[in-house]
């Protein structure tokens, strides 16, 4: 993980899920935040970790960043510390075109990484599920996507699904959805997620109570 906390962070959000966090989210902060449900190779396995972000535009053939490649900005983006981080894809505005796939995205498990969140289609879902990490993207292609988009700039802010996605800010996903908490709000949210998780529980009880069953 990316600090000593991490991991706890971690544990606290895959035990609330994404709804409460989404809630908490909504009482300290007033921009959007939630990412409604996405699809993966593995609905079982949550994802959590601060964001490394590239951000794709439609393709051209004239500009001098054409030729810079998925690896180059990769490694821009991860850094030297790229453990536990997860790495998020804008959609350059075709989200139903491949971004990647178990090839490129192998270099995620080679470095330790959370996993990848996506907004738009990722190839080689099987490959995927193998490699271990988290995935949560569009859906699943089939036919490459590089003549239609290209990874352009690392680290730099990026929409995802309607949600500005800054590098450093925390990102969870799981099958409900998914949701971005700045970095500096990442205890305040998991506080509040809680407090809100024990509130749904005590109605839950008193909903129960007053209509026992006949």
């Known amino acids: 993980m990316s600090s000593e906390h991490d991991t706890e962070y971690a544990a606290t959000a895959a035990r609330l899920g994404c709804a409460p966090l989404v809630d908490a989210m909504g009482r300290l902060h007033h921009h959007r935040a939630h990412i409604v449900a996405l699809s993966s190779p593995e ?34 983006a991860i850094g030297d510390d790229p453990a ?16 990647a796939g178990g090839t490129k995205l192998s270099r995620v498990a080679r470095h330790g990484l959370a996993g990848v969140l996506a907004d738009g289609r990722l190839r080689d879902f099987a490959q995927l599920r193998d490699h271990g ?35 450093g800010d925390y990102v969870f996903a799981d099958a409900a959805g998914a949701v971005v908490i700045p970095r500096a709000s990442i205890e305040r949210v998991l506080q509040e997620a809680a407090r809100i998780d024990a509130e749904d529980a005590e109605s839950v009880a008193r909903i129960l109570d007053e209509h026992p069953p006949r």
Not at 43 to 71: E, N, S
Not at 143 to 160: K, L, Q, S, Y
Request: proline share 7%; with cysteine; glycine share 12%.
């Open 133 to 167: 990490f988290a995935t949560w993207c569009q859906g699943e292609a089939t036919r490459w996507g590089g003549d239609t988009i290209m990874p352009f700039a690392a680290n730099v802010a990026v929409e995802i699904a309607g949600v500005c996605v800054t590098p």
């Open 84 to 99: 536990g981080k997860v790495l998020v894809l804008s959609s350059g505005g075709y989200r139903d075109v491949s971004h």
């Open 43 to 76: 609905p079982t396995r949550p994802l959590f970790g601060q964001a490394v972000t590239l951000a794709y535009l439609p393709y051209r053939d004239d500009l001098p960043q054409t030729g810079t490649g998925f690896g180059e900005l990769f490694d821009q």
